[in-house]
Structures are given as C-alpha cells and as structure tokens.
Nanobody, 126 residues
Framework: DVQLVESGGGSVQAGGSLRLSCTYT??????????MGWFRQAPGKEREGVAF????????YYADSVKGRFTISQDKGKNMVYLQMNSLKPEDTATYYC??????????????????RGQGTQVTVS
C-alpha cells in the first residue's frame, strides 16, 4: 500500500512559523492527479480539513480558520506537498496528517475518506 510520510512538525511560540512536508515511499507511485490534503486533529476534537490542492493542477482550498496564514503548495519534480504555516496560534496545536485521494478535489471539506494517509506530525503552539 502507499505510505505517505509527513515531516516538519515541532513546537513554536505563537506568531511563529512551521513548514510541513509530505511525500511517499513507494516506487512507481505518483501524486499526479491526486487530491492532496492536510488534516489536523487535536485531542478531544474532530478531525478538521485544513487545506487541499489538486496535485498537477493549481486549485487550492483552505479552511476559514487558516485562510491568510497557511499556504499549501506542491513540487511536482520532487513529488512533495507542503503546508507553510505562518502566524501560528495556540489553537493550531494538533497532529497534522497528509492525505491523498486519486480524484479531483471536488468538495474536499465534505469528503469523509481519503485513500491514503500518513502517520501524522505533531504541531504544538504555545
């Protein structure tokens, strides 16, 4: 099965920045034509879709809570997806997951499942 791997989490003070990265470990796989998403889940809270991008295309989608602060981007040459997080707030504290689904990003926030998901990386803002 496809394994997505996140990196870049850590602890920062409020107002700081972090960049999360997502890639995969399977040879022969590509993220092209996948809807890529970043989700987060804090203890005791439901999973929340944060940002999405159609890999190979240009459309991006953001949750209202992160608009203007987070940026999702892609590097097609490296098969990487990034989440640049600026002006971080304590309420951004959560485990962040990368996910991929072999379909366009139509109504991404309404989707309940993505085919592939990483193990997550912790982001703590104090």
């Amino acid at each position: 099965d496809v394994q997505l791997v996140e990196s870049g989490g850590g602890s920062v003070q409020a107002g700081g920045s972090l960049r999360l990265s997502c890639t995969y470990t399977n040879r022969g796989f590509t993220l092209i034509n996948h809807c890529m998403g970043w989700f987060r889940q804090a203890p005791g809270k439901e999973r929340e879709g944060v940002a999405f991008v159609y890999f190979g295309g240009g459309s991006t989608y953001y949750a209202d809570s992160v608009k203007g602060r987070f940026t999702i981007s892609q590097d097609k040459g490296k098969n990487m997806v990034y989440l640049q997080m600026n002006s971080l707030k304590p309420e951004d504290t959560a485990t962040y997951y990368c996910a991929a689904d072999p379909a366009p990003c139509s109504a991404p926030f309404a989707r309940t499942t993505f085919r592939y998901r990483g193990q997550g990386t912790q982001v703590t803002v104090s």
